[in-house]
């Protein structure tokens, strides 16, 4: 079956700091992937993605690149800040849809 | 736009008592509809998935259940609760390879 291994945290970085997230996966012929992130008390919300091998999917700062060679979708940025604190989580979607295999979700601090 | 709702947002609930947390979604038609259950400090934990209305897929044998009477609506229910069912509870829906749509999650404390 499916599954997703992300980095163990917590990783605590200062401001400014250079930010990676490794998250290797399984699956079965070419799967969807995703970041997620989820701020204290709230639900998660999806960050990036990228569907097919190559693509790198960016936003706010962030980027995640889909090596299919690896099998590796590992979220970068390069300069945290304060306000990136939160848990982050890798995600693939088989082809076929239907539901997602999640990783254990790894916790960012940033300290000012 | 599409807009997913979840309530209530925090909830107390004393051991024994029933359970009902309700979903609604805007701006999609047939989603797939999603319940997880987060522990503090853990990654999540599926517990049902709809495909459509009446469609309902358990992940995890428990005290809980899930209905969708309707296209856009998904409802977690209990008989009894324990105290083993708290946790952040967050509706989620998605369409095709998308990705997720979470809702803003429910804090249940049985006590």
């Known amino acids: 079956g499916n599954s997703v291994t992300q980095m163990e945290g917590p990783v605590t970085l200062s401001e400014e700091a250079f930010l990676t997230i490794n998250c290797t996966y399984t699956?079965?012929?070419?799967?969807?992937l995703f970041w997620y992130v989820q701020y204290p008390g709230e639900g998660l919300q999806l960050l990036l993605k990228?569907?097919?091998?190559?693509d790198k999917g960016s936003n706010k700062g962030f980027e995640a690149t889909y090596r299919k060679e690896t099998t590796s979708f590992h979220l970068e940025k390069g300069s945290v800040q304060v306000s990136d604190s939160a848990v982050y989580f890798c995600?693939?979607?088989?082809?076929?849809?239907?539901?997602?295999?999640f990783g254990d979700g790894t916790t960012l601090t940033v300290k000012p | 736009s599409q807009t997913i709702h979840q309530w209530p947002a925090t909830l107390v609930q004393p051991v024994g008592s029933p359970l009902s947390l309700e979903c609604t979604v805007e701006?999609?038609?047939?989603?797939?509809l999603y319940w997880y259950r987060q522990a503090a400090g853990r990654g999540l934990q599926l517990l049902f998935y709809?495909?459509?209305?009446?469609?309902i897929s358990s992940e995890v044998p428990q005290n809980l259940s899930a209905s969708r009477p309707q296209d856009r609506q998904f409802i977690l229910s209990s008989k009894k609760l324990l105290l083993s069912d708290s946790g952040f509870y967050l509706c989620?829906?998605?369409?095709?390879?998308?990705?997720?749509?979470f809702g803003s999650g429910t804090r249940l404390t049985v006590v």
């Open positions: 989620a829906w998605s369409v095709g390879q998308g990705g997720y749509t």
């Open positions: 699956a079965t012929g070419y799967p969807s």
């Open positions: 990228a569907t097919k091998a190559d």
């Open positions: 995600a693939l979607e088989g082809p076929n849809a239907g539901k997602s295999t």
């Open positions: 701006g999609t038609s047939n989603p797939n």
């Open positions: 709809s495909v459509g209305i009446g469609q």
